[in-house]
C-alpha cells in the first residue's frame, strides 16, 4: 500500500499552470482544452499549438488513462523520496495524444505494465495537489 | 557554397580529471589539435572559434577560450545546443568557412560533468535537460526520460534487455585499444544484465559514466586546404533537427524524430545514403538509445536494429562498425566535448590512423540527440572530396 514520502520537490505553479496543480482540491484533473479545435493539450498554454486559437483553457478531464510507457527508479536520486517507484506516462483517455509524466502507486513495481489502466487521484503538499495514478478500479474504458 | 575540410584534430583524455577545469582542458585539447596539422598551423591563422560548452564551470565561455587558448584576436561564438552541442559547433563553423566569411576556422568542444567546484552543480545540469516544473518532481531525472523511450521500444520491437547489454560489451571492447576512453575494461553479458539497475531498463552498465574533457578540430575552406595537409578530410554534410522537448505529445516513443531529421538533412547534402556510411560514431547515452539509433539513422529498419548487433553488424571486423572509439558508454561523455571528440574519432578513421581502425573507412558519421530527446545533430564526414 502506498505511503506518501516525507518530501516531494513541489512545482510552483504560474498563472498557466494552477488549474492543473490544484484542479485536486476539488477532484478534478484539470487539462487544457482548445475551445475552437476541441483538442486538449498538456502542459497548459496561451495557445493551442495546432490551431494556433486563443480560446483555451482548464477543463475537467475523467482521470482515467492507460500506461504508455513506464521505468522503476531504483536509485536514491531525490532526496526524501526514496526508491523503488513507478514513473510512467499515462495515455489520458480523453485524448491519447495528452501524456502525463506521474507516478504510478498501489501497485507492487514488477507488477506494472504497459497498456494498464489507471486513475488519477490527488496527494495535497501545501497548495498543490499532485496528480498522481493507480490501477483503475472497474472498467477503464 | 564552398568545400570545408578537416585538417587537424586533437582531445584530451575522456575521464575524472578533478585537478583541471575547462580553462586547462581547452589549451590541451587544441594543442594536440595543432600537433596533429601535417603542414603545421601558425596560432595566428586562426580567424575565427566556435566553442560548445553545455554548463559554464569556468565562467563565461567564449571569454574563457580566447583567454586560455591565445584567441584574443578573432571572434569566439558559444554554442549551446543540449547534447548535439559538439556536431553543432561543426555545423556553424562549417557554414561560417563554407560561405566564405572566413578560411581557417576553431572548433572546440568542452564540459565538466565531473565538477567539484560547487555540490549543487549535477543538478543545475539537471535542470538543463528537462523541465523542472512538470517532470521532474515526479522523479523523472534524465535517464529516466530515456528509460521511458526504450522501455516502450522493448515492448514493441523485438529487441530484449540481452540486446542493450550486447551494445556494452561490444562498446566496452572497443574502448580498450583507445588511450582517450574513460572505461577501458571489457564486460560480459552477464555483468552487464546483472549489475543494479539504475532505472528500469537500465542497469549501471546500460549508462555512459560522467565524464570531463575537451576536443578540437581545425576546419579550412578548399582553397586553404593545401596550406596544412595533403590528407584532408571533407565535411560532406551537416544537418540539424527538432521535436518537442516534453514527453506530452511525443505519440511514438519508439523513434527520436529529431535524427531522423538530421540525418536527412546531412545525407542530402552529402549526396549519399545510410548504406554509404562505413563508420559511425552514434550518442550511445545509453545502450537501448543506441539500438533505437540504427533505425532512426537508417541503418536497419524499423524494429530491426537487434539484428545489427546479434549479427555483429556494428562491431569491429563487422559492415557498418559502430563507436569504434567505445562511444559514450565507454570512451566518455563531457556533452560539449562528445560531438566534437566524435569527429575526431572519425577524422582519425579516414585517414587511417584509428587506434581502432575500420579497415578502408571513406565515409563517417557522427550523431549526437539530447535536450533529452529533442535535438539531434549529424555530420557526415569523407576522405573523398565528392
Known sequence: MYTRPERRLLPDPTAESS????????????IHRCRACGRWFHPPAPVCFRCRSLDVGPEPASGRGRVAAFTINRQPWIPGFPPPYAVAMIELADEPDVRLVSNVVDVPVQEMHIGMAVEVFFEQWEDVWLPLFRPATGDAR | MRRVAVVG?????????????????????????????????????????????????????????ADSCGLLDIPVTRVENACATGNDAV???????????????????????????????????????????????????????FALHVARYLHESPATREHMAMVAVKNHRHALPNPKAQL????????????PVVVAPFGLYDCTPQSDGAAALLLVSEDAVDRYTDHPVWVRGVGLGLDRVMHQHKRDMTTFPPTVKAS?????????????????????????????????????????AYKLIEDGVTAIGGAKPVNPSGGLKAKGHPPGATGVAQ??????????????????????????VGGPTAVSAVTVLSNQRD
Not at chain 2, 580529471?17 to 580553462?23: D, E, Y
Not at chain 2, 562549417?94 to 576556422?105: E, I, L, M, P, R
Not at chain 2, 575526431?344 to 557522427?366: K, P, S, T
Request: aromatic share 10%; glycine share 12%; with cysteine.
Open chain 1, 19 to 30: 488549474a492543473f496543480w490544484t484542479g485536486g482540491r476539488d477532484g478534478q484533473l484539470l
Open chain 2, 9 to 65: 584534430a586533437g582531445m584530451t583524455a575522456f575521464g575524472e580529471h578533478f585537478g583541471l577545469g575547462i580553462k586547462d582542458l581547452l589549451p590541451m585539447a587544441v594543442s594536440e589539435m595543432a600537433a596533429s596539422v601535417d603542414k603545421g598551423l601558425d596560432r595566428a591563422d586562426i580567424q575565427a572559434a566556435w566553442f560548445g560548452e553545455l554548463t559554464t564551470t569556468d565562467g563565461f565561455p567564449a571569454g574563457i577560450l
Open chain 2, 91 to 145: 555545423r556553424n563553423a562549417t557554414y561560417a568557412v563554407g560561405s566564405g566569411a572566413f578560411d581557417v576556422a576553431l572548433v572546440v568542444g568542452a564540459d565538466k560533468v565531473r565538477e567539484s567546484s560547487a555540490r549543487g552543480t549535477f543538478w543545475e545540469w539537471a535542470g538543463l535537460t528537462r523541465d523542472m516544473a512538470w517532470d521532474y518532481p515526479l522523479g523523472l531525472v534524465a535517464p529516466a526520460n
Open chain 2, 184 to 195: 577501458r575494461f571489457e564486460i560480459t553479458v552477464e555483468q552487464a544484465l546483472n549489475a
Open chain 2, 264 to 304: 536527412k538533412a546531412a545525407y542530402a547534402m552529402a549526396g549519399i545514403g545510410p548504406e554509404d556510411v562505413d563508420v559511425a560514431e552514434v550518442h550511445d547515452c545509453f545502450t537501448g538509445v543506441e539500438l533505437i539509433s540504427y533505425e532512426d539513422l537508417g541503418f536497419a529498419d524499423r524494429f530491426m
Open chain 2, 343 to 368: 569527429c575526431v574519432e572519425l577524422f582519425e578513421q579516414l585517414r587511417g590512423e584509428a587506434a581502432n581502425q575500420v579497415d578502408g573507412a571513406r565515409i563517417g558519421l557522427a550523431h549526437n
